[in-house]
């Protein structure tokens, strides 16, 4: 399984990014992906995730730094994550990674999560 993260860039505080993980490869239990985030020194952290089960429609969790402000959203059948930026600040600026093939766990556990994408870098400017 392959994750293929992409839309980092460089952005203004208050700007907006979206972010795109594509997967491909051999299927994988899609019961869930997620977003995580690592600044320079310190450790990867949950930003945010979203789950389904059968035919309901996705649920979402996030990080309460990101949350009212980062918005995940999926197009389940094409494999793709979307994670929609808005109201960015400096301390978002990180490498944001795409994650999935949950083991069962928390969301918020990195240990959860089988496969990973190589990320993308974000920088907020202030």
């Known amino acids: 399984v392959q994750l293929q993260a992409s839309g980092g860039g460089l952005v203004q505080a208050g700007g907006s990014l979206k972010l795109s993980c594509t997967a491909s490869g051999r299927s994988f239990s899609r019961n869930a992906m997620a977003w995580f985030r690592q600044a320079p020194g310190k450790e990867r952290e949950f930003v945010g995730a979203?789950?389904?089960?059968?035919?309901?429609?996705?649920?979402?969790y996030y990080a309460d730094s990101v949350k009212g402000r980062f918005t995940i959203s999926s197009d389940y059948a094409k494999s793709v994550l979307n994670l929609q930026m808005n109201s960015l600040k400096p301390d978002d600026t990180a490498v944001y990674y795409c994650a999935a093939g949950s083991r069962g766990g928390g969301y918020n556990d990195r240990s959860t999560w089988h496969y990973w994408g190589q990320g993308t870098q974000v920088t907020v400017s202030s």
């Open positions: 979203i789950s389904w089960s059968g035919w309901s429609g996705g649920y979402t």
